[in-house]
């Protein structure tokens, strides 16, 4: 069976930014995506994410969430999951 990916368009519940966490233990690796926190700055982010995931870090990235394109192969029902403008294709 395919399955389409399909962009996930409706905005988070809780009003505190989100940040997109990635690391990598090795500089060979791949970044890697391994959680998200919340918090209104980019400096309590990267404070949170050291305390979270930094212990296993080479290298740690941050992201806000809104600015990640997020896409699932879950159906979400109704039109939350149609992609708009032809995106996620």
């Known amino acids: 069976m395919s399955r389409e990916s399909m962009r996930v368009s409706e905005p988070r519940s809780d009003e505190t930014p989100e940040w997109e966490v990635f690391l990598r233990s090795e500089e060979s690796e791949p970044l890697r995506h391994v959680g998200s926190v919340s918090a209104p700055t980019e400096q309590v982010a990267r404070e949170q994410a050291q305390s979270l995931f930094g212990w ?3 290298t740690l990235w941050l992201c806000r969430a809104g ?7 879950r159906d979400l029902g109704g039109d ?10």
């Not at 990640?68 to 192969?73: D, I, K, L, M, S």
């Not at 939350?80 to 294709?89: D, L, M, S, T, V």
């Open 56 to 58: 296993t870090a080479r």
């Open 67 to 73: 600015d990640v394109a997020r896409f699932t192969e």
């Open 80 to 89: 939350a999951a149609a992609p708009a403008g032809g995106e996620g294709k």
